[in-house]
């Protein structure tokens, strides 16, 4: 606990006297402080496996600390998968995801499920186009407080402590709309990267690891091969965009995966263009496919309890592991009314009774 609130570790090295202390979070992952949103949900799963382990402590007595530990983060790998497959891809991949990841029919020992390189260093970086300039904050009671720029929330998880917890930020994101076209914002572009920027670091990014250009990409994907900037005009609808693209590059086979993948507009009710969702799709496909421990995988949990997995979601995670949360939206992803935490369904844990 710190000042009320449940934080995670503090990173000691970055306080050793009063004078010099910067509020700096430790968790397995080492962006954790990279922005205040990321932040939150770190903390919103650290609070959930804690809020587990008490449960499951009261349900069962008799396991050892060894196995609350392990049951609790079992539970929450299974939670995180349920909310990555069920509500987070079908928004982006909308038409895309039943052709491109489909349904799961079992763990496949012959998938290979580690990352491809024109995943991570070119397709998945489409994230960085949805990052906003400004974050707006709601208080308790639907009372509008100071939100902050984008910069403002890099690098500052003393602003969570200091500033209002958690809730506020997620009752913003919550009731915040995406951003539309997702083109990089000037705070990635202009301010966070001194002399360089997001973009040109994923462009680089993308040569260094030898992508092929994108028109190769469309190929693999059964797009057209474009023998002029035209030709892009099926996918890639805005002709500002393709009159940069012709200024930018001598042909279209020169163009750079993550250049032409982010400029197409999205395939039907998804977020991203057909040729980000054939390589983002077949991805996480294989990411649960090749998991042996992938929580639908029979023989992981009981039938019983893969029922209450399935019930659990983003939005009962927010109203159990915010500060003080009383509301949400049905689904967390997606804009909608505000409901009671009472009308969002929960898991019933007596079905880990021993
Ligand atoms: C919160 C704002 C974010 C910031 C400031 C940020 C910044 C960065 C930076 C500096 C890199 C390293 C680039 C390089 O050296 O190649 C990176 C990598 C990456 N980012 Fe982001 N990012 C953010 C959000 C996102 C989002 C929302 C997504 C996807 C949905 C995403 C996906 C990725 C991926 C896939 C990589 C490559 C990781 C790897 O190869 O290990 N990022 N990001």
């Not at 449940?6 to 700096?24: G, I, W």
């Not at 008799?62 to 929450?76: C, M, N, P, S, Y």
């Not at 086979?253 to 039907?268: C, H, N, R, S, T």
């Not at 967390?332 to 009671?340: C, E, I, K, N, Q």
């Amino acid at each position: 606990m710190f000042n009320g609130q449940r934080v995670l570790p503090f990173d000691q090295t970055k306080c050793q006297n009063s004078a010099q202390c910067t509020a700096t979070f430790v968790a397995g992952d080492s962006r954790v402080n990279l922005f205040l949103g990321l932040t939150t949900f770190h903390l919103l799963f650290t609070r959930e496996h804690n809020r587990l382990v008490s449960r499951l402590q009261r349900i069962n007595p008799h396991w050892t600390g060894d196995r609350l530990f392990q049951e609790a983060r079992k539970i929450v790998g299974a939670q995180i998968q349920a909310i990555c497959f069920r509500e987070y891809l079908p928004k982006i991949l909308g038409s895309a995801f039943a052709t491109t990841v489909g349904t799961y029919r079992g763990y496949n020992p012959t998938v290979d499920s580690t990352i491809a390189n024109e995943f991570t260093a070119g397709a998945f970086r489409f994230g960085h186009g949805m990052i906003q300039e400004f974050y707006p904050r709601i208080a308790e009671n639907n009372r509008t407080m100071p939100g902050f720029n984008f910069v403002e929330g890099t690098l500052h998880s003393d602003k969570l402590i200091f500033n209002g917890g958690t809730d506020p930020i997620l009752r913003g994101f919550m009731q915040t709309p995406l951003k539309r076209p997702q083109r990089l914002t000037p705070s990635i572009t202009e301010q966070m990267f001194g002399s360089t920027d997001l973009g040109t670091i994923n462009i680089q990014r993308g040569r260094d690891h030898g992508l092929p250009p994108y028109v190769k990409f469309r190929q693999l994907c059964g797009l057209s091969n474009p023998r002029t900037f035209d030709d892009l005009s099926r996918e890639i609808l805005s002709t500002n965009a393709r009159e940069a693209l012709r200024r930018t590059y001598s042909a279209p086979d020169k163009i750079d995966f993550y250049v032409g993948a982010v400029l197409e507009d999205p395939v039907v009710r998804g977020l991203i263009g057909p040729t980000l969702a054939c390589v983002v799709g077949p991805q996480f496909a294989r990411t649960r496919d090749g998991d042996r421990f992938y929580f639908e995988n029979p023989g992981i949990f009981t039938r019983i309890q893969l029922a209450e997995i399935r019930r659990s979601s983003l939005a009962r995670i927010i109203c159990d592991n915010g500060d003080r949360i009383t509301q949400v939206p049905r689904e967390a992803f997606r804009l909608g009314p505000m409901v009671s935490c009472a009308e969002i369904p929960q898991m019933d844990l007596s079905k880990w009774k021993e």
